[in-house]
Structures are given as C-alpha cells and as structure tokens.
C-alpha cells in the first residue's frame, strides 16, 4: 500500500480517520439486509426518489455515515486509533450499534428526500427570479450523491426541517415577495462572502470550522423565510458574517 504526503496536520487527521473508517466497512458485517427488513413501505418508497443511482448505493453510503458517526463517537477524530488492540476495541463498539444506527441514518434519509421532492414540486412552479434561482441553487448544494455520509451530524439530523423551511419560503413567495426580498438583502452579502471563503480553501474537503458556517448559513434561511419553523440554534446576519470574518483573516 503506498504512502499518501499530506500539507498539515488536519488533512492528516482526515486521512487518517477515513482510512479507520474504510477500515471497518471491510472488516465489520454488512447490516443492510437487517435494515432493508426493518424498513417500512413508505421508507423504502421515498428513498427511490433520489440522486443516488440506485438504492442500493444509498444504502452502502447510509452504511458508511453510520459506521462513520459510530467510529467517531466513540473514538473522536480517530487519531488515537494507531494499532491493532485499538482498532479491534472500535470496531466491536462500533458492531454492537451498527445495525440500529444504520436503519436510523436511512429514515432520517428518507425524511429528507421526501421533505427535498416537495420543496422542488413548490420552487419548480415560480416564475424566474432571483428567489427561485436561490432556492434551486440551496436545495441542489443540500442533497446530491453521497450527500448522507457528507453531511456530518447533528446537522444531517436537522436537513429535513431545511427542506419544509424552503417549501415554506416557496409557498409564501408570492403572497408577500417583498419580505422575501427583504431577507435576500440580508442574505445575498453573507452568501458572496462565504463563497469567497470556500474558494479561498484548499483542494478537497472543506475545513469543519468552514463546512459549520454553511450550515449555520440553512439556520439563518429559516429565521428570515420560515420563522414559523423555528431555528435549532440561535443565529443571526451578524453572527454568520462574524464567523466568516473570523476565517477570512
């Protein structure tokens, strides 16, 4: 096996902990068959509506975020897995829970296509604006292939609420366009600054103190478009431009 060169410590603990990762897919049982049989109709109906070329490739990338969550729950960002007595420890903690913990990451899948199928259904029938072009560009950056084992938790947890948020946005667009506008201008800044910070990474994988300011940015679409949904956190224009701020320098 050759020997991958990484530029800093963080790329390489993510190399490292990814390389745990595959580690354990290769050693662990497969629980798919257990969790497709415990699967309900409507379940196993709504993940057939996704980018995933096939379901069985959603349930292989349901499989890695929960042998992924697991792994890093119990061992962190999985530096300290170094030797074998280490490993084999993860990977029986790991085991115990895989089966359970891989038919929730599918539900919560499934919640989150069906809630992603109506938010398109709502935007797809605007007239062109600067509205619809943003709410298309959200929910195609939120749900793509291998989106599930992406999106690291507790935000995972929380898409499907992002989903009813945009639908709720959607569908009040044309009762009241000018409060929507009203939140673009809040917006519109915050989303040019934080593009401009993306671009300013490294080739690969976002920093996770960058990837959370996206995510902080889905909270914030909910408190100017859908407040009736409430926020998980409190946010606001003022902290996510501080937070972008404060890794820009």
Not at 22 to 50: E, F, Q
């Amino acid at each position: 096996m050759g020997t991958a060169v990484r530029d800093s410590v963080a790329a390489q603990t993510r190399s490292h902990g990814a390389g745990v990762v595959r580690l354990l897919l290769l050693n662990l049982p497969d629980p798919t068959t257990w969790t497709v049989a415990h699967l309900t109709n409507r379940t196993k109906l709504a993940l057939a509506g996704s980018p995933y070329p096939s379901v069985p490739a959603l349930l292989a990338d349901s499989r890695r975020k929960a042998v992924d969550s697991l792994a890093r729950r119990h061992a962190g960002d999985l530096s300290s897995v170094r030797d074998r007595a280490a490993f084999e420890a993860l990977a029986l903690a790991v085991r115990q829970e895989a089966a359970e913990t891989m038919a929730r990451v599918v539900t919560t899948a499934a919640e989150i296509l069906t809630a992603w199928g109506d938010a398109r259904q709502a935007v797809v029938v605007l007239p062109e604006s600067p509205a619809r072009a943003d709410m298309t560009g959200q929910l195609n950056d939120l749900v793509f292939l291998n989106f599930i084992s992406a999106t690291p938790d507790p935000w995972y947890q929380r898409m499907g609420r992002w989903m009813r948020a945009a639908q709720v946005r959607a569908e009040g667009l044309l009762a009241n366009p000018g409060r929507d506008a009203r939140g673009m201008t809040d917006l519109d800044p915050l989303l040019e600054a934080y593009d401009a910070l993306c671009a300013a990474q490294p080739p690969g994988p976002l920093p996770p103190e960058v990837e959370e300011i996206g995510f902080l940015i889905e909270e914030l679409r909910i408190q100017l478009f859908a407040q009736r949904l409430q926020t998980h956190i409190p946010v606001s224009t003022k902290k996510v431009r501080t937070a972008i701020a404060r890794l820009s320098r």
